[in-house]
């Protein structure tokens, strides 16, 4: 692992994204291009922004297991190091994306499926239906993405510890809702500082907003990758 901060290029603007890449990449193991880039740009605009760094494709596919395999393999000529679908799409369609992927062989994308996302609360997820709180329920997703085949989940902070417990090191945990202590939340209901989720047991942790909002984002990401050295 070269390190284990993905910044997360959340704008939809090629130039800037261009150049927040450039900016950040020498500071982290990878960087993160979204659904709002990735459907503005498509292929060509993801080439031009990830410019050799390493990226962690964070489209969270969710459909019918025939069309997410589809999707899968349409992506894997960008030769993204990480991709994401939701665990809730059930174990078939998990299975079909880490079968899919397995085709590029040594050089697949990993494969993470979503469990709860950070901007849920028990409250939040009691209003769709689920009741039992955010972390029985990522515990419920995370045993079947994993039993289907996916490399890693991308969990809140708060649920690391539960599913170290659970599946030991094996599966790859990539962590959102990171924030610097005081920082505002925004939407983000779930989180934790760097140097929390990384001693709790995290692989890799995304930051976007206090790296990409920065006055000066290369100075931010480096320190906050010093800060979990």
Do not use: W
């Not at 697949?108 to 009691?126: E, H, M, N, Q």
């Amino acid at each position: 692992m070269t390190g284990r901060l993905i910044a997360a290029i959340d704008t939809p603007e090629l130039p800037h994204a261009r150049d927040l890449v450039r900016e950040v990449a020498p500071h982290c193991g990878l960087v993160k291009l979204g659904l709002e880039f990735f459907l503005r740009h498509g292929p060509g605009g993801y080439r031009d922004a990830a410019h050799g760094a390493d990226v962690f494709l964070d489209l969270k596919l969710h459909d019918i297991p025939n069309t997410v395999a589809g999707a899968v393999r349409s992506i894997l000529p960008l030769a993204p190091r990480l991709m994401t679908v939701h665990a809730g799409g059930g174990a078939k369609m998990v299975a079909a994306a880490a079968e899919a992927a397995a085709t590029a062989g040594e050089a697949r994308p990993k494969i993470l499926a979503v469990t709860v996302l950070t901007s849920f609360d028990a409250a939040g997820l009691a209003e769709t239906g689920v009741s039992g709180g955010t972390s029985q329920q990522v515990l419920r997703l995370a045993r079947l993405a994993l039993g289907a085949g996916a490399d890693g989940l991308v969990c809140s902070a708060h649920e690391i510890a539960v599913l170290r417990d659970a599946f030991g090191e094996r599966p790859l945990l990539v962590v959102p809702g990171i924030r610097p202590a005081g920082a505002a939340l925004g939407d983000q209901a779930r989180v934790m500082t760097a140097e929390q989720a990384v001693e709790a047991g995290a692989d890799y942790i995304v930051v976007g907003r206090p790296i990409t909002g920065a006055a000066n984002p290369g100075v931010a990401a480096a320190a906050i990758a010093a800060s979990i050295a």
